[in-house]
């Protein structure tokens, strides 16, 4: 979606797509499966594109995604609305196309939080590879409290990226938790001032950018399926990966420019 009321704002800068929820009167909450979908197509489009090294999630204005629209949900609209079958067959359809993007995607993304970023937004945070805090932000496994559950995948990652113990705390109490908390447990790698969330971000993002495409993406591949290989099945991928990258025209340009500088006087 390109109009004024798309849900995605996408900028593109040298190799860095910037996706940005654009609802801010709304504090970006999904209010309907619409906006899922919209935000996995804009996912799944710059994956597709060899030319984007990251893509980069964030949110307009005070809020990074504040969850699901609680009204839809006390009026059994949007993705709450029918019966048990027709719930579950849209989230199938609709809210599990946003973390299946996520999952698959072969571009490293970050997560650039400002503000709340609670329920299906602290998801959203997670299912990016690295995520980044304003001091303002705050982050809530919030789905207890409205007596339902992490329906996008949360708790699959959750558990990942802090452990067993801090994710069923997390869960269970549904409490909120401040960015340097979110440090201390590993939820975020990096907490800036308000004012520079969005320049720390892109210093982070384009010195990723500036390696190659193809070895990033390998590389992430690398590093998100070990978790599921054993080391043997690792190696055998590897080996495969790294013939790969050694044939490319980015490794020789990247080795020469390497040897050239090793000339250079310092």
């Known amino acids: 979606m390109d109009g004024a009321s798309a849900f995605v704002r996408r900028d593109d800068d040298d190799g860095v797509v910037t996706l940005t929820l654009n609802h801010p009167d709304t504090l970006n909450r999904f209010s309907d499966g619409s906006q899922f979908l919209e935000l996995a197509a804009h996912v799944r489009r710059a994956n597709a594109d060899p030319a984007v ?4 999630i964030t949110g307009a204005g005070k809020a990074f995604c504040a969850g699901g629209d609680l009204r839809h949900m006390a009026e059994r609209e949007g993705f709450s609305a029918g019966d048990v079958a027709q719930v579950q067959a849209r989230y199938r359809e609709t809210v599990h ?5 996520l999952a698959e995607a072969d571009v490293p993304t970050i997560a650039a939080v400002n503000g709340a970023a609670y329920g299906a937004g602290c998801d959203l945070a997670c299912f ?5 805090a304003a001091e303002s932000a705050r982050f809530s496994v919030s789905f207890a409290r409205l007596g339902i559950v992490a329906g996008d995948g ?3 990652m959750l558990p990942r990226l802090v452990g067993r113990s801090k994710a069923m705390e997390l869960a269970f109490t549904a409490e909120s938790i401040d960015a340097r ?6 939820l975020v790698s990096d907490v800036a001032p308000d004012d520079r969330l969005g320049q720390r971000a892109a210093q982070l993002a384009r010195k990723i950018a ?3 495409s193809a070895a990033l993406r390998m590389h992430k591949r690398l590093l998100r399926d070990a978790e599921q290989h054993t080391l043997a099945t690792h190696l055998d991928v590897v080996a495969a990966f790294q013939a790969i990258a050694h044939a490319s025209e980015d490794h020789l340009r990247a080795v020469r420019d390497a ?4 000339g250079k006087p310092r």
């Open 128 to 132: 990016c590879d690295i995520r980044i």
């Open 181 to 186: 908390e979110a440090l201390r447990i590993g």
């Open 53 to 56: 090294r990251v893509l980069l």
């Open 210 to 212: 500036r390696h190659p």
């Open 259 to 262: 040897v050239g500088a090793l």
């Open 154 to 156: 949360g708790a699959w």
């Open 97 to 101: 196309q946003l973390p299946a993007a």
